[in-house]
């Protein structure tokens, strides 16, 4: 395997279901992202984790729970979810960044093929 | 507020006719303005990244510029192998990763 993946590709669940997106990164990376991705809308940034510690989280709904486990793996735990919430979700890895890092950084983020869930 | 604004939504090119996409973007402080490829039904595709105003970067058939308050992807005789959405996103400086999206450039290259 190469590069970033997701698993499973689709996932159709109702809304009392709890299911879980599954993302693995084989690029050498210590940082990892959740991304929502809705028809019209902006890539929006749900969760990021680097070096295994969660460094932000932009008000998601707790209903969505992320869960990294170590550098190369990463877990979106989803419960009671909402019509609403079907959309791509994608999962992203890059070089962490340090907090004086310069400008040329580098910070390249790297995406898997996304989760397309729809919530009946 | 960080923020990302593309146009045109969508664009029509015949094969081989040139033209530009762009990204207007306010942001406190730029460390990198980054250009994806998105297929439908799949990520986004690492494009380009810039730093400064007057860099550029070539690919192919693409050349990303940048100045202080928007960036241009130029297409230069374009093939229906370039059809796809651009997506453009900015990183502030600061300690975290995060990136700001546009909504993307739907381009439709016809034979």
């Known amino acids: 395997e190469t590069g970033v993946t997701q698993t499973p590709r689709h996932l159709v669940m109702g809304m009392t279901n709890k299911k879980s997106l599954k993302c693995e990164q084989h690029?050498?990376?210590?940082?990892m992202y959740w991304y929502k991705q809705s028809a019209k809308k902006p890539l929006e940034l749900m969760f990021v984790?680097?070096?295994?510690?969660?460094?932000e989280n932009n008000s998601v709904p707790s209903r969505f729970s992320p869960e990294c486990p170590n550098s190369s793996h990463l877990f979106l735990h989803l419960h009671t979810l909402q019509p609403e919430d079907s959309a791509l979700y994608l999962c992203?890895?890059?070089?962490?960044?340090?907090?004086?890092?310069?400008?040329?950084?580098?910070?390249?983020?790297?995406f898997g093929p996304g989760t397309r869930l729809t919530v009946l | 507020e960080d923020q990302v604004t593309q146009s045109p939504e969508a664009l029509r090119l015949q094969e081989g006719e040139s033209s530009s996409l762009n990204c207007s973007y306010t942001?406190?402080?730029?460390?990198?303005l980054f250009w994806y490829r998105q297929d439908p039904g799949k990520g986004p595709e690492f494009l380009f990244t810039?730093?400064?105003a007057g860099e550029e970067k070539e690919k192919e058939r693409l050349k990303a510029t940048l100045t202080k308050k928007e960036s241009f992807l130029h297409i230069t005789a374009p093939k229906p192998e370039d059809s796809a959405t651009y997506l453009c996103?900015?990183?502030?400086?600061?300690?975290?990763?995060?990136?700001?999206f546009g909504t993307g450039t739907l381009l439709a290259v016809q034979p």
């Open positions: 810039l730093y400064s």
């Open positions: 996103a900015v990183q502030a400086r600061g300690a975290t990763n995060k990136l700001i």
């Open positions: 984790y680097s070096l295994e510690e969660r460094v």
């Open positions: 992203a890895s890059s070089h962490a960044l340090s907090p004086g890092g310069n400008s040329r950084s580098y910070n390249e983020q790297f």
């Open positions: 942001v406190s402080g730029l460390r990198g």
């Open positions: 690029l050498g990376h210590n940082a």
